[in-house]
């Protein structure tokens, strides 16, 4: 049911906004491959993620390597809470997700070049099967996007909120 859900959403909104689109994979979104071997379904029956989600331009990477004007950026679904140490250990700028209730940007000098840690949150929704397992979390999922400039360099938007914590629709 909520890949069905899914599927209506991205087709109404995201995929409208955005038809070609790079994605880095997740844990949420290769649910449906652990649940068919959970079952013992064959994942080899399972249809490629743009053929499941119907957004033939959208492509799904295990990480991506992004050259700037401003330096590489190592982007991945999640490494560590710890961002700025990724950043040491790559010698790089990252942006990850993974870590819902992390959201905005890091910033680290090294003797050469500023770098970032960016946590671009996510876009969940609280109240869904996949996020059941952390309805008690306090602190609570940080909502909002992130984006590069032109130049590379990261900046984060929270969402707006109404009282029961849904988007208002702006921001």
Same mark, same amino acid.
């Given at each position: ?7 209506? $959403? +991205? ?9 070609? &689109? !790079?994605?880095?994979? /997740?844990?949420? @979104?290769?649910? =449906? ?29 295990? $990480? +991506? ?9 190592? &982007? !991945?679904?999640?490494? /560590?809470?710890? @961002?700025?140490? =990724? ?85």
């Amino acid at each position: 049911m909520e890949l069905d859900k899914a599927i209506m $959403e +991205i087709g109404e909104g995201l995929h409208k906004l955005f038809p070609k &689109m !790079h994605l880095l994979e /997740s844990n949420h @979104g290769s649910m =449906v491959t652990r649940k068919m071997k959970h079952h013992g379904i064959p994942v080899r029956v399972l249809k490629p993620l743009e053929q499941l989600y119907e957004t033939p331009l959208w492509s799904w990477h295990n $990480e +991506i390597l992004l050259e700037t004007t401003f330096g590489p950026i190592f &982007m !991945h679904h999640g490494l /560590s809470p710890n @961002g700025l140490k =990724v950043v040491k250990d790559h010698g790089m700028s990252i942006i990850q997700g993974h870590f819902h209730t992390v959201a905005g940007v890091q910033w680290f000098q090294t003797r050469f070049r500023h770098c970032f840690a960016a946590y671009f949150s996510c876009l969940v929704d609280r109240d869904s099967y996949a996020m059941a397992y952390a309805k008690n979390n306090i602190p609570l999922y940080q909502l909002g996007a992130g984006y590069l400039d032109k130049r590379g360099l990261p900046f984060y938007v929270p969402m707006r909120l109404d009282k029961g914590g849904r988007w208002i629709g702006r921001l």
